[in-house]
C-alpha cells in the first residue's frame, strides 16, 4: 500500500480496483468523522454525489463509517461539487463530501472533501485522515452507543443551490431573449443547470441530461465541446456552455461555434473586473499550463498574472494567500472567491452572461481580446522520473530552445502525476517555429530520461 491516498483532486481510481473499494471508504468515513469530531457537539457532513452507478456504493460505505464516527450525515444525492461546498457552508457543517471522478469515464469514482468553509482539505489533514486508513491495526475511538449519528436526505438541496445561483447574477438583468445550448455531460448537473438558467429567462436546448450510471462524460461535455458547437450553429444560439461531470469546470462555444477555452473566459473576466475596480491588486491566478497570451494580456492592461501548480486546489490556495478574487485552469476550472470556494461552471457561465448582457457584445467580440499563442504539448514515455535539472545534456537543449523563443515563448517540462510521461510544452507566436522547437525538445527527452 502507498503511503498517500490523496492526489490533487481527492482519492480517485477505477471501481473495485483498490483504493476504490467498499472497505477503503468505509474507513475513511470512519477516519474522516474521527478526525472531524471534537467532542463537544453533535457533528455534520454533507454529502453529494455525481450520477455514477458506483455512487451508491461509496455513498452507503461513507453513510456507515461516518456515523460510527459520531457524525450526522445529511445525503443531497446528485449536485455538482460547488453545490456541496455552498451547502457545507450554508448548513454550518463540519464536514462536505463530493463522490465524483469528475471528467473521467464511469468505470472511475473518487471522494474528496471540503472543510467547514467550503475549501479543499489541506495536505496535512489529508495525511492524518491517510494514516488512520492504512494503519490496519489503528484502534478506532468509537462514541458510545447513543452519540452514534443518524443521516438524512435533504429534498430541497437542489433549490438552495439555485437561490444562490441567481443571487451571484444581478437582479436588474434577467436572460430573456437569450437561446442558450447547455451540455450537463449526463453529470451532476443534469437538474439543477437547466432549471437555474430557466428561471433567469433563458430559451434553454439541453444536451446531456438523461444519465443512466454509465453515461456520463461519454462523447459529450466539456471534453468534447464539438457536440455543443454543433447545437450552436443548427440553432442559432447565442452561446453554447460545456460542463464535466461534475460540473466545478466550463467550456464555452460564442455563436459562430468557436470553442473557448478557461483562458479565454477567464481573460473577458479579468478585463471586466478590472474595469469595475474588484480585482484585487490587477491580480489574476492561474497556472503554468495557461497560455502566454494570457500573461501579455494582463500585463499589457497594467495587471499580472500569478501561476501556480497545476490543480485548481493550488491556484485557490494562492488566491487565499493572495486575497485574489478570481483564478482558474486553461482546462475551464473557473473560481470567482467573492461568490465561491471552488470551480463552479454555471457561476462561471453565469458571470459570462451578464458581461454579454451589460455590454451587449456577442460573446465572439468578447473573445476577441485574447489572440492565444501557438501552443504544442507532446507526451514522451519516460523509464524514470529524475529531476531534470540531474541531465545537462537535457538542460542545454530547454536553453536552447528559450534562446530562440526569447521573451515571446516559454518552454515547460513537467512529469505527469499518475503516469510514466513527461509533459514538453513549447509556446510561441509562429506555429511552425513551435512545432519544431516541441519536437526537438520531445527527442532530447526521449534520449536523456529513457
Known amino acids: 500500500m502507498g503511503k498517500r491516498l490523496f492526489g490533487t483532486d481527492g482519492l480517485r481510481g477505477q471501481v473495485n480496483v483498490y483504493p476504490m473499494v467498499p472497505d477503503i471508504a468505509l474507513r475513511l468515513g470512519l477516519a474522516a468523522g ?12 454533507v454529502i453529494g454525489k455525481d450520477t455514477r452507478l458506483s455512487g451508491y456504493i461509496f455513498e452507503t460505505a461513507l453513510t456507515s463509517g461516518l456515523c460510527a464516527a459520531g457524525m450526522d450525515v445529511f445525503l443531497v444525492g446528485p ?31 473518487g471522494i474528496k472533501f471540503f472543510d467547514r468553509q467550503g475549501f479543499k482539505l489541506p495536505d496535512e489533514s489529508e495525511d492524518a485522515i491517510t494514516d488512520m486508513v492504512l494503519n490496519m491495526d489503528h484502534q478506532w475511538d468509537y462514541p458510545a452507543p447513543e452519540r452514534v449519528g443518524r443521516a438524512y436526505r435533504i429534498e430541497d438541496a437542489p433549490g438552495r443551490y439555485i437561490v444562490y445561483l441567481k443571487n451571484s447574477f444581478p437582479s436588474h438583468l434577467t436572460l430573456d431573449g437569450m437561446r442558450i445550448v447547455l451540455d450537463c455531460a449526463h453529470g451532476a448537473n443534469y437538474r439543477v443547470a437547466p432549471l437555474a438558467l430557466e428561471e433567469l ?18 462523447q459529450c461535455g466539456s471534453l468534447y465541446p464539438g457536440v455543443a458547437a454543433e447545437k450552436v450553429v443548427e440553432h442559432r444560439a447565442d452561446i453554447g456552455l460545456a460542463l464535466d461531470g461534475d460540473a466545478d469546470r466550463l467550456i464555452v462555444v460564442d455563436e459562430k461555434g468557436q470553442v473557448l477555452d478557461g483562458d479565454q473566459i477567464m481573460a473577458i473576466c479579468a478585463q471586466d473586473m478590472m474595469e469595475r475596480g474588484v480585482l484585487p491588486n490587477n491580480t489574476l491566478v492561474s497556472t503554468v499550463m495557461s497560455n502566454m497570451a494570457l500573461e501579455v494580456f494582463m500585463k499589457e492592461r497594467g495587471g499580472n498574472l500569478l501561476r501556480t501548480s497545476v490543480g485548481d486546489r493550488y491556484v485557490v490556495e494562492a488566491m487565499r494567500r493572495e486575497g485574489a478574487a478570481m483564478g482558474g485552469e486553461q482546462s475551464g476550472h473557473l473560481i470567482f472567491m467573492n461568490y465561491g470556494t471552488t470551480g463552479d461552471g454555471l457561476l462561471a457561465a453565469l458571470q459570462l452572461l451578464r458581461i454579454m ?20 504539448l507532446i507526451n514522451v514515455h519516460v523509464r524514470r522520473k529524475i529531476p531534470f535539472e540531474q541531465s545537462p545534456e537535457l538542460m542545454a537543449a530547454k536553453a536552447k530552445v528559450e534562446k530562440e523563443l526569447g521573451d515571446r515563448g516559454r518552454v515547460l517540462l513537467r512529469y505527469s502525476g499518475t503516469e510514466a510521461v513527461c509533459r514538453v510544452m513549447v509556446e510561441g507566436e509562429h506555429p511552425d517555429q513551435v512545432s519544431r522547437l516541441a519536437s526537438y525538445l520531445a527527442e532530447a527527452v526521449q534520449a536523456n530520461l529513457k
Not at 474521527?34 to 457532513?45: A, C, E, I, S, W
Open 201 to 218: 429567462g433563458a430559451d434553454v436546448i439541453k444536451i446531456g441530461v438523461s444519465p443512466d450510471g454509465v453515461n456520463i462524460n461519454q
Open 79 to 109: 449536485l455538482p461539487t460547488p453545490a456541496i461546498a455552498f451547502l457545507t457552508r450554508n448548513m454550518r457543517a463540519d464536514l462536505g463530501v463530493v463522490i465524483s471522478a469528475s471528467h473521467n469515464p464511469f468505470m472511475d469514482n
Open 34 to 45: 474521527t478526525f472531524f469530531r471534537n467532542g463537544k457537539k453533535r457533528h455534520r457532513v
Open 357 to 376: 448582457k451589460e455590454r451587449e457584445k456577442p460573446l465572439s467580440e468578447l473573445a476577441g481580446l485574447l489572440q492565444l499563442f501557438p501552443q504544442e
